[in-house]
């Protein structure tokens, strides 16, 4: 993992590439990623100044099936269950 602070979101893609990014807007899922250790690229303001956190895919394969396995239930679960287990952050 690299130390560098982008200044663009175009400089993040550049480096990691858009199809290894995956962003997450769930609070939740983002205090879970921080507490296991894994970092987002980039963090950004979305819709309705909601915080989004870019991550890079390979580091969140061990946080994702940890989200999965232990998430709070808030009626997600069947909006997600027909999703593909296999990308690690759940986002293409």
């Given at each position: ?5 982008y200044k ?8 990691y ?5 995956c962003?997450?807007?769930n609070?939740?899922?983002i ?19 909601k915080?989004i ?11 994702w099936?940890?989200?999965l396995e ?23």
């Open positions: 993992m690299d130390n560098i602070k663009t979101f175009e400089d993040v893609t550049e480096v590439g858009k199809t290894n990014l962003r997450i807007c609070i939740r899922q205090i879970t990623y921080a507490k296991l250790g894994v970092q987002p690229v980039w963090i950004d303001e979305g819709y309705g100044g915080l956190a870019f991550y890079f895919i390979p580091e969140t394969k061990v946080a099936k940890y989200w232990n998430r709070p239930d808030n009626g997600q679960a069947a909006t997600e269950a027909g999703r593909d287990n296999s990308s690690s952050a759940g986002w293409e």
